[in-house]
């Protein structure tokens, strides 16, 4: 079988977490915590970064550090994975949904404006599969109306957007590292901001507000959240994080070969790449036109038939049951995507003859 996206170990993995365990660091104290947060803060050029659980909760925690409470309005895409969406519900505050752009399948910034109201408080863009959202508009928008900006990263490590690296545009950035992340932890998130307040509150809520008095008693100003990343799995995210050009060399290589042979297919429309952009294709996504002569979920099922894993669009969020009746814009896009969008198996380990056997079957050959 080849995967869609699993995780690359090529590093010091094996020696740091050795080292966690030969020394009893193994909780969420430990000098690999601190280490994972100053080399990522490096890595994207960004003054603070804080680990985290899971990448839904950097997201819960970058709503709670801006205060988006009960009665405030999130506007956010419906072309998501629903972490995004849950965290603005977790908080109490209501997801308002804007469409997708056919050809990038990120949030069509021209519709976020027509969505504002009294209530909203914040832009919440996804860079869906590693093609930045139009940051210039969003933080346009965000700037004329006082609205917050948290940008839900988490598919686009290593991605740029006119040279900065997503996540750092906004007023907070967040990021997983589930296991088919660009680098992985097994689990595990960040949260990254440029502002010293937000992200000194930020760490501090994820630590159970916790104030060691002199006595060694805890003391807890406020209520918070046990969202801290452990020693042992911080240590592996340093060993992943030394070889993240090489991760980030591989995607785009792997993407650039699948355009190779799938651009003139009829029926299978590539992904696009817009001018001032390094998309990382974390996931190398196709659409499959009605021309194509087969549908989505025909050619899922023929991939499996030869042993190549895909998976199709995320289901449009407005179409679950705990999300079908909050407010949103003309959502025809992101229906259509949601329907004809495929993601290709895009591992680092990919080779050119496994690329070349996926595309053989989408030819029929």
Not at 44 to 59: F, L, Q
Not at 154 to 176: A, N, Q, V
Not at 298 to 312: A, D, F, H, T, V
Not at 341 to 359: A, F, H, Q, R
């Amino acid at each position: 079988m080849i995967p869609l996206s699993v995780p690359y170990l090529s590093g010091n993995e094996w020696k740091y977490i050795k080292d966690c365990l030969d020394t009893n660091w193994v909780s969420s104290v430990g000098s690999y915590v601190n280490l994972f947060e100053e080399k990522f803060s490096d890595f994207i050029k960004c003054r603070h970064s804080i680990v985290t659980v899971n990448g839904t909760s950097a997201i819960h925690l970058a709503l709670m550090s801006l205060g988006i409470k009960p009665g405030d309005e999130v506007i956010v895409p419906s072309l998501t994975f629903i972490s995004p969406v849950n965290a603005i519900r977790y908080v109490g505050a209501t997801p308002v949904f804007c469409d997708a752009l056919r050809d990038t399948y990120v949030m069509d910034t021209r519709l976020i404006e027509e969505l504002i109201t009294e209530k909203t408080r914040a832009i919440l863009p996804v860079h869906i599969y590693g093609h930045p959202v139009d940051m210039d508009m969003v933080m346009e928008i965000a700037d004329k109306y006082g609205l917050y900006v948290i940008e839900d990263a988490t598919e686009s490590l290593g991605s740029l957007y006119k040279g900065k690296h997503t996540g750092t545009i906004g007023h907070i950035g967040c990021f997983s590292f589930n296991g088919n992340k660009l680098i992985t932890t097994g689990a595990g998130g960040m949260l990254v901001t440029n502002d010293q307040r937000l992200g000194e509150y930020a760490k501090y809520l994820s630590n159970q507000t916790k104030t060691v008095l002199p006595n060694g008693g805890f003391y807890h100003e406020e209520i918070g959240f046990n969202y801290r990343m452990p020693n042992i799995v911080a240590a592996m995210g340093v060993a992943q994080l030394e070889n993240i050009e090489f991760h980030i060399d591989a995607k785009i290589r792997n993407a650039l070969f699948y355009n190779e042979l799938l651009s003139e297919v009829q029926g299978i429309s590539i992904p696009v790449e817009k001018p001032g952009i390094r998309n990382i294709n974390w996931l190398y996504s196709v659409v499959v036109e009605d021309s194509y002569g087969e549908s989505r979920d025909e050619l899922i099922k023929r991939l499996k038939e030869n042993n190549i894993e895909s998976r199709p669009f995320f289901m449009p969020v407005h179409s679950m049951p705990s999300y079908k009746e909050f407010r949103c814009s003309k959502l025809d896009t992101t229906n259509e995507l949601g329907l004809k969008g495929l993601n290709l198996p895009s591992s680092v380990s990919l080779t050119k003859e496994e690329i070349k056997k996926i595309c053989q079957v989408i030819k029929r050959g």
